[in-house]
């Protein structure tokens, strides 16, 4: 099954652009002079090359004050632009788009919960099984912790080591209880 894909947001085109930060700027100054001196090496070589220098840049303010007046322009202009009827329009195409993302939302959960009720999902026939599964491995357990009672004194006397009792008998009953239940996990009745 393929699922559709959800619309994006929208963008507003007469909005001011965010500005640069100070890695940016500092790339765009650098990636022409790299690009002439290697000429034979891809834009993600000279990407690496550009993001080395700025590790190694000590002095990074002259790059940090430049985008911080861009920073500062920005919110201005955006000030400014919030107060235009082009912002309003977007903003109400913007409440729209997320009305109708909500409804599409609530329709899939609505959906999904209409096809686990009705049985005919999948994750209703899982539950089914897994219930199945517990049923089965606690009487298997019942069946082994019976045996597992005849087997230990025989274990016990095998062993020879009388003096550890009941401590030995404790570890040798989880022991045995871990080596069991893996196999009944692995199995699967069709």
């Known amino acids: 099954m393929s699922r559709k894909r959800k619309p994006k947001r929208p963008k507003d085109p007469h909005a001011p652009k965010r500005p640069q930060s100070s890695y940016f700027l500092f790339m765009n100054e650098r990636r022409p002079i790299l690009k002439e001196e290697h000429q034979d090496k891809s834009m993600t070589d000279i990407s690496k090359l550009i993001s ?97 009672d005849g087997s230990s004194s025989s274990e016990e006397s095998s062993d020879g080591d009388s003096s550890s009792g009941d401590s030995d008998d404790s570890s040798s009953d989880s022991s045995e209880d871990d080596d069991i239940k893996p196999k009944k996990r692995g199995k699967r009745k069709k």
Not at 109 to 127: H, I, L, P
């Open 52 to 148: 080395a220098e700025w590790k190694e840049i000590g002095d990074k303010t002259k790059y940090e004050n430049k985008a911080a007046k861009l920073k500062a322009q920005y919110k201005i202009d955006l000030e400014e632009y919030q107060k235009t009827s082009n912002f309003r329009k977007f903003t109400a195409k913007l409440e729209e788009w997320k009305r109708e993302q909500r409804e599409l939302k609530e329709a899939e959960q609505s959906q999904s919960t209409e096809v686990t009720t009705n049985g005919n999902g999948s994750g209703s026939g899982r539950k089914k099984r897994g219930r199945s599964k517990k049923q089965e491995s606690s009487s298997e357990e019942e069946e082994s912790s019976s045996e597992d």
